[in-house]
């Protein structure tokens, strides 16, 4: 696509565009996996769950037991799906998953059917082959329908119902509403549940993934909207009810974004830092100085082994590792935005595009306060990146904090607050040392 004018003429904003839209990129969606166990052999079969539905690409799996997941009602109000989880005690769900459901009568039904029309499943563990695991998984999707929740069986035939069939087989207990597994009463969780029903966890949960993703797409469809995707209708829209001189500006700003992002569309993900790899060439040869605008060479090689940007590189893995990596993109790019990087603006576009960004979202993450594109979990994320960003102003408020804190837990704080300061010294050792993203002119 290219613009070909984008001015005031007589008070109009005027945009001569051809009618097409840019590469479609889907945004991540959540998928929640909340479960209780007692003496860890439903844990393992949670998280065999949540890897199942993290293998789908696009899909950011959360794993919380009953008690995180009374902190986090925000991020499971934003997730497309959940898959609940409690061991079967004498033919029901254990004690402590009750008590997680009656406490969603405030949070979730009180205020307003909050998870109405997402999808849910289950699975269950008990020590018996049968144990009554049944009427545990009715009473959990019971519980889903008593919320609007979409219910997805497991999805796989019985197995080991033949004189040919196996323990090693997914499904081998033959239920159809949730997926169940067993394990030996005398046996811990290093050893139970089996791998076949292992398995058969990891098979719902990507059952799961799969489905959400394709009510989430069809969704957006329905409504208009298809996720990702730039069109004229959509820049025009976001001027709308702004004087003439404000449109006017930030139809250039938001064109040239636009036209940048659709030369990133066109080339592989291929934007890593300096900071991130010690085997990136040298590409810090020219920079323009934002003052005067003329051409400044390097001052530092960013690029050359260094233990200080090490340590700050070993920090921010560990940082990402706590946090969604679309998030953690999105808080790299506002904070490179604020402090006017060219080089981290570059390569923290490129990698919120590799965890499924979308460029209508990174265009209008300048103005995220306006927009009804960002979670109530990414606009606390945001502002506390603000606030952290501009810390000599905000003196970081409590009233932004208190929003950070409804939305993550105390480790997920700490690694978001790591996250932010660490972009803010990249941002000041990119600009100190005059570096440059790849895309501009080299020097002679």
Known sequence: MTFTKAARQGGVLEQSVRQEEVIVMHSTIKVAVVYHSGFGHTKKQAEAVRDGAAELR?????????????????????????????????????????????????????????WSGKLAASFTNSGARSGDKLSNLVQLSLFAAQHGVHWINLGLPPAN????????????????????????????????????????????????AETAWQFARGRSI?????????????LQSSFAGKDDGVAGGEAKRLLAVRMSLERFAKQPCFFQAMHMSRSMPSVVSLSLDSQGGRQMKPRINLASPNEGIEA??????????LLDPK??????????????????????????????????????????????LFSDLERAALAWTESLTRIAETHAPDEVFEEVQRCFSQNEIIALSVAIALINAFNRLAIGARAHHPDEPQAN
């Open 58 to 114: 696009g899909v950011h799996a959360l794993l919380m037991d009953v008690t995180e997941a009374q902190q986090r009602w925000i991020d499971l109000e934003v997730c497309e799906a959940i898959i609940f989880s409690a061991p079967t005690y004498m033919g029901s769900a254990s004690a402590e998953f009750k008590a997680f459901q009656e406490a969603t009568s405030r949070p979730v039904l009180a205020k307003g059917f909050a």
């Open 161 to 208: 119902n033949s004189s040919q069939g196996s323990d090693e087989e997914r499904n081998r207990l033959g239920f159809w509403l949730g997926a169940g597994a067993q394990s030996n009463v005398d046996q811990g969780p290093d050893l139970a549940p089996t791998r076949s029903d292992l398995d058969t966890a990891r098979f719902l949960g990507r059952r799961v």
């Open 222 to 234: 329905s409504n208009g909207l298809d996720p990702g995707t730039i069109s004229v209708n959509t």
């Open 312 to 321: 700050m590189r070993a920090a921010n893995q560990w940082a990402a590792s």
């Open 327 to 372: 998030l953690v993109a999105l808080v790299k790019v506002r904070a490179s935005q604020i402090n006017g990087c060219n080089f981290c603006l570059h390569m923290h576009s490129g990698e919120a595009f590799k965890h499924g960004e979308s460029p209508t979202r990174l265009l209008l993450l300048d103005a995220w306060r306006e927009s009804a």
